[in-house]
C-alpha cells in the first residue's frame, strides 16, 4: 500500500540553527499538504500546494518559514532560524486529484528545539 | 469559520466496553465531518467522514458516527473497544470537499484491560 514518506522522523536543534524536513507524497496525489501539530493540539495547515503552486499558506510564518515543491513531487519545509516555539510534529499529507477530504498523513517529523 | 470542539481530552473505558467520543461543530451551513484516528508517533488515518445523505455513518475498524444537526455534533462510537484502539481521536470540519480542515484538540482514548 502507497505511503508518504517523511524525513527525519526525529530532528533535534539548537535555537537559531536551520532546519528542513522531506515530504514524498503517494505517486498521482496532486495536492501536498504541511501541517503542524503541537503537543496536546490537532495539526494545523501551515501550506497547501497543488502541483508545484501555492494554494493556502495563510497560516505560514514567512519571516522564518519556507516550503517548496519545485517538480510539483516531493516537497521541503525549512525554519530558518528556529525557535523553541517550533518544537512540535510536522505533519505532511497528500490526496488524490479532487479529493481533498481524502488526505493521508506522513508518520511525520518530531521537532525538538533546544 | 469553522470550528471544532472535542470536549473530553481524556476518555477511559475499559476493553470490550462500548465507546462514544464527543464532537461538536460551529458552522453556518451543513460541514463536511471527519474523525481521524492518531496512533502515538504516527500520523494520522481517516476512520470516517460525512457529506450528505444518511446520518449514520460507517467506518473503518468497526467505528461509527452520527450526524445531529439539532445538536451541532458528530460524535464516534463503537459498540466494544479493543487495546488496539488505545489512541488519539481527532474530529475535524471543512466547509467543502477541498476545503481547508479544521480539526479539534483531540480526545485520547485509554483502554483498561
Known amino acids: 500500500e502507497a505511503e508518504v514518506a517523511q524525513s527525519p522522523r526525529y530532528k533535534i536543534t539548537e535555537k537559531s540553527q536551520a532546519v528542513a524536513f522531506w515530504c514524498d507524497p503517494i505517486s498521482g496525489h496532486a495536492t501536498l499538504y504541511w501541517y503542524r501539530q503541537i503537543l496536546g493540539q490537532g495539526p494545523e495547515l501551515l501550506v497547501q500546494f497543488q502541483d508545484e503552486s501555492v494554494v493556502d499558506d495563510s497560516q505560514l510564518p514567512k519571516d522564518r518559514f519556507s516550503a517548496e515543491r519545485l517538480k510539483g513531487v516531493d516537497s521541503t519545509l525549512k525554519i530558518q532560524p528556529a525557535e523553541l516555539g517550533d518544537s512540535a510534529m510536522y505533519l505532511c499529507?497528500?490526496?488524490?486529484?479532487?479529493?481533498?477530504?481524502?488526505?493521508?498523513f506522513g508518520p511525520g517529523t518530531r521537532l525538538t528545539v533546544t | 469559520a469553522q470550528s471544532v470542539t472535542q470536549p473530553d481530552i481524556h476518555i477511559t473505558v475499559s476493553e470490550g466496553a462500548s465507546l462514544e467520543l464527543r464532537c461538536n461543530y460551529s458552522y453556518g451551513a451543513t460541514p463536511y465531518l471527519f474523525w481521524y484516528v492518531q496512533s502515538p508517533g504516527q500520523g494520522l488515518q481517516l476512520l470516517l467522514k460525512?457529506?450528505?445523505?444518511?446520518?449514520l455513518v460507517q467506518g473503518i475498524k468497526g467505528f461509527e458516527a452520527e450526524f445531529k444537526r439539532s445538536q451541532s455534533s458528530f460524535n464516534l462510537r463503537k459498540p466494544s473497544v479493543h487495546w488496539s484502539d488505545a489512541a488519539e481521536y481527532f474530529c475535524?470540519?471543512?466547509?467543502?470537499?477541498?476545503?481547508?480542515?479544521?480539526f479539534g484538540k483531540g480526545t485520547r482514548l485509554h483502554i483498561l484491560p
Open positions: 499529507a497528500s490526496s488524490p486529484p479532487s479529493k481533498g477530504y481524502e488526505q493521508y
Open positions: 475535524a470540519v471543512a466547509a467543502g470537499r477541498d476545503d481547508k480542515i479544521i
Open positions: 460525512y457529506f450528505s445523505g444518511d446520518t
